[in-house]
């Protein structure tokens, strides 16, 4: 048997964190049993699903890179098909007209809540003759649903689960205007394209059971279900924007990376021992179902940044410098130059040691491309004060004759000058990093001075010196 696994979102809003785990989980058990990962877009309720919405989902797909197989199937495209299904059960008597009026339908709720009943359908037109049907009413098709006994589903995360089948009524197939419901075009859909496993949030358990009914009304093979616990947020409470229930396209405007986006989504629910940093090959080799957790997973904004940070320091320095260049630009006000580039390269290493983020990147590369006079923010401001801007001056002097612009020569250097400054060597450091980045923190000051080299370094300290002498 080939694995089909599909993702099948809908288009009403963003592909938010939680949809993103389930479209990985389906990717990687097709990828594990060298199968296919199908992509459908639900998008029967055309009154809420728009093209915004399914170009966010197939974006944030791309952005993932959870490549999918074949051409994306969009659901609204096969409502005939959906249809005839229907019919076919009407011919073979495992489906019936229903011409209950909403108003009967809704007096039919409001005495099984007064009786403390589920407010199910009573059933009334299933074995009624047609010929007792009003002329004025456009019924809808209704599954014969079992009415005894139970419905079992063998599921691949939540173990063996039931429901009496008293417990479930006679579902609606087509509504009254001839359009299909979402419970057919599921079952539909997953049997047209040979999906064998169903993997989704638990919060379709209850619709497995019904769907389960109507795969064995029309006699077809039963997939596999796999129904994902939800995610919480840190407190327990079901996630929400406040926890990070964000679209996935905030978390790359935010600045994580998509590998590691991944490899949390992955952990999130889903374990191999204590393993927590795993790559993409090995997560394809190491998936199962079995792994997948039967409890909540929590989300963990801090975790991922952690692990972010982990990615960025594994990532070739070419693609995070391409990657934060836009950001460079709008923060200098122009594009960025191939000397500018190659400084930024210059002076990762040590960026990465704090940076949890392509933002945090970003902003702490910046003064490494701003245009000359350097803003200065306050705290640096205040550091050149008259005394600073003129000893900074006298140390240009001392820097401007030296031979081998590098980090030792340059540290040996500055020492020697705050000796003969009678100063401590941050009393001299500080002023020259407010001078050099406009801020008071910033990656080591030789490091700094190496990566901006000579003829930079010098402009900056004389435009500080200047501003004293002027």
């Known amino acids: ?8 979102p809908s288009p009403t809003g963003f592909l938010h964190i939680g949809g993103a785990r389930t479209a990985l989980f389906n990717w990687l058990y097709a990828r594990h049993c060298s199968g296919q990962f199908r992509l459908r877009i639900e998008d029967t309720d055309r009154a809420r699903s728009t093209q915004e919405a399914k170009d966010a989902i197939l974006d944030g797909l791309k952005w993932l890179e959870l490549a999918w197989d074949g051409e ?3 659901q609204s495209a096969h409502a005939d098909r959906h249809a005839e299904l229907a019919h076919r059960l009407l011919a073979e008597g495992k489906a019936y007209h229903c011409y209950c009026t909403p108003e009967e339908l809704a007096e039919m709720r409001a005495q099984a809540r007064a009786e403390g009943r589920p407010a199910l359908y009573d059933g009334r037109w299933r074995d009624r ?5 009003p002329k004025d009413v456009r019924p809808v098709v209704r599954l014969k649903a079992p009415q005894s006994g139970e419905t079992v589903i063998a599921d691949a995360v939540q ?8 417990q479930l009524d006679d579902m609606i197939l087509l509504r009254a205007d001839g ?27 209850t619709n497995a059971f019904r769907q389960l009914q109507l795969f064995r009304a029309l006699d077809w093979p039963e997939p596999t279900f796999a129904h994902i616990p939800l995610i919480h947020g840190p407190d ?19 600045g994580f990376l998509p590998e590691a986006v991944r490899n949390y989504l992955l952990r999130l629910g889903w374990s191999h021992g204590d393993d927590e940093v795993i790559g993409t090959e090995q997560a394809i080799e190491w998936f199962d179902l079995p792994g997948i957790n039967k409890g909540a997973a929590r989300f963990d904004m801090a975790k991922l940044a952690n ?12 693609r995070l410098v391409t990657l934060i260049a836009p950001a460079l630009e709008t923060a200098r006000g122009s594009a960025l130059t191939t000397e500018h580039r190659q400084r930024v390269r210059a002076g990762l290493s040590d960026l990465l040691q704090r940076a949890k983020t392509l933002v945090e990147l970003a902003d702490m590369a910046s003064f490494y491309v701003l245009e000359r006079p350097l803003p200065m923010d306050d705290k640096a401001a205040t550091l050149l004060d008259p005394e600073n801007r003129e000893r900074l001056g006298r140390l240009v002097r001392d820097l401007d004759g030296l031979a081998a612009w590098e980090h030792d020569a340059l540290e040996t250097v500055v020492r020697t000058f705050a000796d003969h400054e009678a100063l401590k060597l941050g009393k001299v450091a500080q002023p020259l990093r407010a001078a050099l ?6 990656p080591g000051i030789f490091e700094v001075m190496t990566v901006l080299g000579r003829d930079e370094t010098l402009a900056r300290l004389r435009d500080a010196a200047a501003d004293a002498a002027g």
């Not at 003759?129 to 049907?133: I, L, R, S």
């Not at 692990?307 to 070419?318: C, G, K, Q, T, V």
């Open 307 to 318: 692990l972010n940070a982990h990615y960025l320091r594994e990532a070739d320095p070419d």
């Open 159 to 166: 173990g063996e689960v039931r429901v009496p089948n008293a």
């Open 72 to 74: 994306v199937v969009y």
């Open 179 to 205: 359009t299909p419901t979402y419970m057919l075009s599921v079952v539909v859909d997953d049997h047209d394209m040979a999906v064998s496993h169903v993997i989704r949030g638990d919060d379709h358990l």
């Open 236 to 254: 327990g409470a079901k996630l929400s924007k406040r926890h990070g229930a964000l679209g996935v396209d905030a978390y790359r405007d935010m």
């Open 1 to 8: 048997m080939t694995v089909v696994t599909r993702f099948a």
């Open 437 to 442: 980045t406009g801020r008071t923190t910033s």
């Open 129 to 133: 003759d047609p010929a007792d049907a």
